[in-house]
C-alpha cells in the first residue's frame, strides 16, 4: 500500500539533546513537508522540499533542520535550540506541490 | 497576511442532526480551498479541494461550499463515525490551515 510512514509516533527527550524524526513515502510525490500541531492552532510549516537536494524554511524554521537526500525519505532534525519543541509532527506529501497533502499518522514529541 | 479562520471550534450534535461548519479566509489570489479530517492521534485526510465561488463538492454526508469570501462544510444527518476535527485550509503560495472546528457526535 502506498503511503507515508513516520517515526517514532513517540519520542521523549531530555532538554539539551537533538533528535531526529523520520518520514518515508513510497507515493513517488515530489514535494514533502513537515508540520507542527499545537492545541488550538492551524498546522504551522516548519520546511518543505519541492525537489531532491533543495529544502525551503516555512514559517518556524528557527531551531528544526532537515535533509532530503532521497525522494522518498525526509528527515526532520529538532536541535536543542528549538525551544518550545513540546508537540505533534507531522510529515505530508503532494505531487506538484498543489493543496491535496498526503499526511503520516505524526510522531508526538515530549521534552522533560 | 493570510488568514483562515474557522467556526465554531467545537460543535456537539445529536446523532441525525444536520449542522454547517464555517471556513472564512482572507487571501488574495486564492489558488484553492481545501478540507480535511482529523481523527484524535492521527495526521488529516484530505477530503475536498473547491476552486472558484459557487463550486460544491459532495461525499457521503458532506458537502463542502465556496463563497468569494469564505466555505461551509455542511454534515447532513451526521453519524457517530463522522466524530472528528475538521481543518480547512487556503493556498496562493504555501498553504495556510485553519485552527479547526472539533465535532463530537453522539447516537
Known amino acids: 500500500d502506498g503511503g507515508i510512514t513516520q517515526s517514532p509516533k513517540y519520542l521523549f527527550r531530555k532538554e539539551g539533546q537533538n533528535v531526529t524524526l523520520s518520514c518515508e513515502q513510497n507515493l513517488n510525490h515530489d514535494a514533502m513537508y513537515w508540520y507542527r500541531q499545537d492545541p488550538g492552532q492551524g498546522l504551522r510549516l516548519i520546511y518543505y522540499?519541492?525537489?531532491?537536494?533543495?529544502?525551503q524554511k516555512g514559517d518556524i524554521a528557527e531551531g528544526y533542520s532537515v535533509s532530503r537526500e532521497k525522494k522518498e525519505s525526509f528527515p526532520l532534525t529538532v536541535t536543542s535550540a528549538q525551544k518550545n519543541p513540546t508537540a505533534f509532527y507531522l510529515c505530508?506529501?503532494?505531487?506538484?506541490?498543489?493543496?491535496?497533502?498526503?499526511f503520516g499518522e505524526g510522531s508526538r514529541l515530549t521534552v522533560l | 497576511e493570510d488568514q483562515v479562520t474557522q467556526s465554531p471550534e467545537a460543535l456537539r450534535l445529536q446523532e441525525g442532526e444536520s449542522s454547517s461548519l464555517n471556513c472564512s479566509y482572507t487571501?488574495?489570489?486564492?489558488?484553492?480551498l481545501f478540507w480535511y479530517r482529523q481523527d484524535p492521534g492521527k495526521g488529516p485526510e484530505f477530503l475536498f479541494t473547491?476552486?472558484?465561488a459557487g463550486e460544491e463538492k459532495e461525499k457521503e454526508r458532506l458537502k463542502a461550499t465556496l463563497t468569494k469570501k469564505e466555505s461551509f462544510l455542511h454534515i447532513t444527518a451526521p453519524k457517530p463515525e463522522d466524530s472528528a476535527t475538521y481543518l480547512c485550509a487556503v493556498q496562493r503560495g504555501k498553504l495556510s490551515f485553519g485552527a479547526g472546528t472539533t465535532v463530537t457526535v453522539r447516537a
Open positions: 487571501v488574495s489570489g486564492l489558488r484553492g
Open positions: 473547491l476552486y472558484s
Open positions: 505530508a506529501s503532494s505531487m506538484g506541490g498543489n493543496g491535496e497533502l498526503f
Open positions: 522540499s519541492q525537489i531532491v537536494n533543495d529544502f
